[in-house]
């Protein structure tokens, strides 16, 4: 089963690197719960993973509670104005990349959490549904709420966490025209990643997968909330192809080792668990 194979040889690591955390807390080092980010193609089971790591969490009496970087989405009508100024790009008339999120929002949020500095903090909450599945963020009434200081473990997960502008635009111009602007939004994401303490990684090396992935996604929300919900399979194939220039330009650099300790805050590769799926979401064997 999956929960042997996969999820818990990585909920041990996690659980491991929390106590390596609690003793640097405890001599003057640490402080706050642990943050870990999580970066993973789009219906490679993400939310089945977390919703695992939060059960075997619970099961020995720790806290951990998840967020994403798809809660940080900016609302509708941030979203309308973005793609207005800038009516030539494909890539920014969807929310998804880099340029579509607020930063500051998620960097405010992630900096109360470690420092665990006030009892209550509020996590937005994104309904993809809304606008015919263009979405927008719910009002702040229907935003998650919890006390940091009784939690043990944060996941911080999403599609494209981790990601690092190219330095090289010359060569972004051969994937899309709209990903260098893209790649100057995605520089002011560096700082949010190097927040976290540790790093998950999972691998997928045939983009192909990602549709697949994200039909049944949606299949599955249209099931859940109703079929007028949504977006047809049209719809979802020219919304993923807004994502895959950013898969071709990043990834080789998110799966780059020695990326890890220059871009993502990491003090060492041993503070990233990182390994490959295949399309049907089951490691890879090395």
């Avoid at 999820?7 to 659980?15: A, D, F, G, N, Q």
């Avoid at 599945?133 to 919890?146: I, L």
């Avoid at 996941?155 to 990903?179: C, N, P």
């Avoid at 990602?210 to 049209?234: C, H, P, V």
Wanted: aromatic share 10%; with cysteine.
């Amino acid at each position: 089963p999956r929960i042997q194979h996969y999820s818990l040889p990585v909920y041990l690591w996690i659980k491991k690197k929390l106590e390596d955390h609690k003793a640097g807390a405890s001599s003057g080092s640490g402080s706050g719960p642990l943050c870990v980010g999580l970066s993973a193609p789009q219906g490679c089971g993400k939310t089945t993973l977390v919703t695992a790591f939060e059960e075997l969490f619970e099961s020995e009496g720790m806290t951990c509670v998840s967020m994403s970087l798809d809660d940080f989405y900016l609302t509708r009508e941030e979203q309308v104005a973005l793609g207005e100024s800038h009516s030539e790009n494909a890539l920014l008339q969807v929310r998804g990349n880099a340029g579509t999120h607020d930063v500051n929002l998620a960097m405010d949020l992630i900096d109360q959490v470690k420092n665990a500095s006030s009892e209550e903090v509020l996590v937005p909450c994104y309904d993809k549904t809304a606008y015919e599945g263009k979405g927008d963020r719910h009002k702040e009434d229907k935003w998650r709420s919890y006390n940091p200081k009784n939690v043990d473990v944060v996941l911080y997960e999403g599609w494209m966490q981790g990601f690092t502008a190219v330095e090289d635009e010359a060569s972004l111009e051969k994937i899309h025209g709209g990903i260098t602007e893209v790649n100057s939004f995605l520089k002011g994401y560096d700082e949010m990643w190097k927040l976290m303490d540790i790093w998950l990684i999972i691998q997928v090396k045939q983009l192909d997968c990602i549709y697949k992935w994200r039909l049944q996604a949606e299949k599955s929300m249209k099931e859940k909330f109703g079929q007028d919900k949504g977006m047809t399979d049209d719809e979802v194939k020219a919304f993923v192809d807004q994502y895959i220039p950013a898969y071709k330009a990043y990834l080789p650099g998110l799966y780059d080792q020695d990326n890890h300790t220059k871009h993502l805050g990491c003090e060492s590769t041993e503070d990233v668990f990182m390994f490959e799926v295949d399309d049907m979401r089951s490691p890879v064997e090395e």
